[in-house]
């Protein structure tokens, strides 16, 4: 049980258009989720944390104009880059957690977004 | 601020050898704790975790990890390495703020594991 799962694994798209990345709960409902970003080599970093029906909030230093970010059941949550540039290309990975489970949260396996 | 140090950025072990991989944290409170393995253009899998009780845990994969409070580490273990081990390895803190119970995340360690 607790499987997240990242759609797509895989995107190209061209500067300045927008990406959208789905990240959903199969077997459990997510009151949270939470979407992080991994440069090569680089560890995870938290970009914001989304609470079902509500807005997220925003790590310092992201651009919530720019990383859209939507938790409108409590199974989905989408990522949005807009006006995507050659350096938001990155790993963009999601977890979600079920509050019966608290603290563990469960990732997703991951979205490649490069952005040319 | 809480934060997590991997003082290992790459290991190198041979097939068969131990393995100890560290992780110290600083942390005001009781932490949670965990270890996750991460294969290239892979996402997180969760080898183990501390929430209380025995210092001692096991995992998945025949790792282990000892919580040590009086040295703010929680290392983890593997007697005998395999060559599918070799992979990127991170430990994690939750942290507990405003927000909610958030994860911090160390710099990780790249094992490479020699035939």
């Known amino acids: 049980g607790a499987v997240v799962s990242q759609h797509p694994s895989r995107v190209i798209c061209k500067s300045g258009t927008s990406v959208k990345i789905e990240c959903r709960s199969l077997d459990f409902q997510a009151t949270t989720m939470f979407w992080y970003r991994q440069f090569p080599k680089q560890s995870l970093m938290l970009m914001a944390t989304?609470?079902?029906?509500?807005?997220?909030?925003?790590e310092q230093g992201v651009e919530k104009d720019k990383f859209l970010i939507n938790h409108a059941s409590l199974t989905l949550s989408t990522l949005t880059v807009t006006s995507a540039h050659p350096e938001d290309s990155s790993f963009y990975i999601c977890?979600?957690?079920?509050?019966?489970?608290?603290?563990?949260?469960?990732f997703g396996p991951g979205t490649r977004l490069t952005v040319t | 601020a809480q934060s997590v140090t991997q003082p290992d950025i790459h290991i190198t072990v041979s097939e068969g050898a131990s393995l100890e991989l560290r992780c110290n944290y600083s942390?005001?409170?009781?932490?949670?704790l965990f270890w996750y393995v991460q294969s290239p253009g892979q996402g997180l899998q969760l080898l183990l975790k501390?929430?209380?009780?025995?210092?001692l845990v096991q995992g998945i994969k025949g790792f282990e990890a000892e919580f040590k409070r009086s040295q703010s580490s929680f290392n983890l273990r593997k007697p005998s390495v395999h060559w599918s081990d070799a992979a990127e390895y991170f430990c994690?803190?939750?942290?507990?703020?405003?927000?909610?119970?958030?994860?911090?995340f160390g710099p990780g360690t790249r094992l490479s594991v020699l035939p």
């Open positions: 501390y929430f209380s009780g025995d210092t």
């Open positions: 989304s609470n079902e029906g509500s807005k997220a909030t925003y």
């Open positions: 977890s979600a957690r079920d509050s019966s489970r608290e603290p563990e949260q469960y």
């Open positions: 994690a803190v939750v942290r507990r703020d405003n927000y909610g119970q958030n994860f911090v």
């Open positions: 942390y005001g409170a009781t932490p949670y």
